[in-house]
DNA sequence: CATGAATGAGAGTTCATTCAT
DNA sequence: AATGAATGAACTCTCATTCAT
């Protein structure tokens, strides 16, 4: 080994580990940056050069963190379908619990603050997902297919408990389901903070309990 | 009828009009096909090529009909838009009609004959024109806006017959309309004839009026 | 022979004439719209849906009259280069005849008077016939050369009488042709009748003159 | 220099000028493959792709150096235009100088020594830019415009100095011109070096001078 | 690792010409 | 003879991806 270039040699792991650290964090930046380009320009309209300008980074260097233009937005998609999974996930119907409408109210906001944090984001899954390819296609279909199953068992639960009528719950999931998007689309839209998000919360959630309860 | 001369003269205006008609044929068959063709392929996988093809008329006589391919998409889509315009204007919330139950009921039962009679065009207005580009979207947006205007002053009728409760009529218009386009995602996604449209309409029906209802 | 067609047989010759003349005259309107057309928007700016338009007539009789685009430009050009050639042809440098400058001055004012008399016609030699095609380029060599060679021969002549000093007369008939031409394209594009066709005549005349005679 | 770590360091300097220097070569050599393509084929009958071919580039490599075959032409126009603009510049009439006539000698022989050394850009001017576009006879509107206005004056300046006799300067000016752009046509089509340009100046000037001179 | 010049398949559109009526 | 709808070859330009440096 060169006597000149010691200096780096002793603390080889160091460096890897930096040097891993540094690549993860441009790879986040580019992925950001691929975030917002996509949505305010959207995913035809956007050009590979778009994004690297965005990015100040050189043409080659895109492809040696994502395979394609496709494959970024597969990723991008990806990251975003699993932070709102995590706003779904984890709540609990079971009795004992917090009251049900609380729990839901508590989702329901979880999900409006992640389309609100990040307007690109909602964008992404409610605009420039939509009839882009088959793979595109099926990651949508699974993560409605979730909400959905999530929704039907919840109303299935709560026709257990007694809490929810007699509903056709798959159908009923559907219509649930169609009005959050709904709403999510809402809050995408509507430009400046003019939405109460409580208040949509509060909204949606009657709307759609006084239509599934007993009496 | 003089004998001579004739067949030129009177024929003149025949063989106008049976030109016309069978422009206005050709027309009507190449917005045909390209329905099919764009609702299979999507928008951006759909080339000119694909269309003339289908259609079995040179590249030029795409031309001599529509002005470029954004053009042929407008129109079809314009006209789809109408189609379900028809579906929904004409309802009558008016008292001394017919139970407002069945009015409403016969026009869901419309929109989702209309879709389930061309899935091709109701992936065009649920898929394909997402996100297209910025008078799409002005298109989609307009359509939406009527439908939402309707759905909200309806409610706004039935409060003031004392039909419907207290209810925010602005946000709930938005609520009933997402969950309307969920259903209309349904029937169009569903593959074959084993979803009943009737118990669709039945079930939307009550979900929604049972959210809003006084009591 | 349907006894009904007989009204219009006993003339049958009458009608060819008539149809044979029909048809120069509107030979002739094509031929004329089109040299507009050309001349104003170029050779390549025109496509054969403007000539058909300005003249009035169906795509298909344009093909009726001339075999191509190339062909009507050839014919027009060759029209003009004829007409020019007359204004030349004819002029008379044999000793008795009238004064030599006079002879020139007059051959000169009719060449400005055929340009100035169509504009459209001058530019389609002066810009449009550039540079189109092979046979174009040989139609405007020979033309200039006809003109060159009359020149070159004019001043052999002016010199064997010795009214002209011993010059180059090859080299100074192009010079000579050179300055007409500018001329001529001035002509063109002096917009309004701003120009004295008869004092340029004496200029032109003058200044190749002084150059050329013997003291 | 030192052995350690300069590669990079003041090489990214070197390279950065070796890439530039390589982009300025490659560009250079695509606009004279380009002159020879448009001269030998001409400006029409040019496409990209016989550009390209004749360049041994790619079809996006042709877009990486210029905005489109328009720009490109108008590049060499601008080329061709201002390297004979710079032969004429500099011509001194001013009393003192060298006589006039050499002057103009000198000047006449860099113009034609300009043409004949590149017959492809002197076909480009007097063939292929006529009756282009808007653009390009505004751009050769200004040449000639100011080699006539450089004439015009010279002759002025003549007269004050009692070199040149009562003419209409600017008329006459443009009759030099037109002797001029002939002799030019004539060294570009003159196949072979059968032309002796020093005597094709020695003619056009004495031509020129002998018709305006005083006595 | 980073760079950015180079690549080339492929897209939409035009328009001279043909031909059935 | 006249029509104009139909044709399809040909064109310019774009842009995701590769690769030598």
Chains 1, 2, 3, 4 share one sequence.
Do not use: C
Request: glycine letters at 6%; zero cysteines; hydrophobic letters at 45%.
């Amino acid at each position: 080994m060169s006597p000149h270039a010691h200096a780096t040699d002793h603390d080889a792991d160091g460096r890897t580990v930096r040097a891993k650290q540094k690549r993860a964090r441009r790879r986040q930046h580019i992925l950001d940056v691929a975030l917002a380009v996509f949505s305010e320009r959207g995913y035809h309209q956007t050009r590979i050069a778009d994004i690297i300008e965005a990015a100040s980074i050189a043409r080659g260097t895109f492809y040696l963190y994502f395979d394609s233009k496709t494959a970024i937005f597969h990723e991008l998609l990806e990251d975003v379908l699993s932070r709102l999974d995590e706003s779904v996930s984890g709540v609990d119907l079971t009795p004992g619990a917090l009251p049900v409408r609380d729990q839901l109210l508590a989702t329901v906001r979880r999900l409006f603050a992640v389309f609100r944090s990040d307007r690109a984001l909602a964008k992404l899954i409610l605009r420039e997902a939509i009839g882009l390819d088959g793979e595109v296609d099926a990651m949508l279909d699974a993560f409605y297919g979730r909400l959905h199953r999530w929704l039907s068992e919840s109303l299935a639960n709560g026709q257990r408990i007694g809490l929810i009528r007699a509903i056709d719950t798959d159908l009923t999931a559907w219509l649930i389901l169609g009005s959050v998007k709904q709403f999510a689309a809402l809050v995408v839209s509507t430009p400046d903070e003019e939405l109460d998000l409580d208040h949509l919360a509060e909204v949606i959630l009657d709307f759609n309990l006084q239509g599934i309860r007993a009496f």
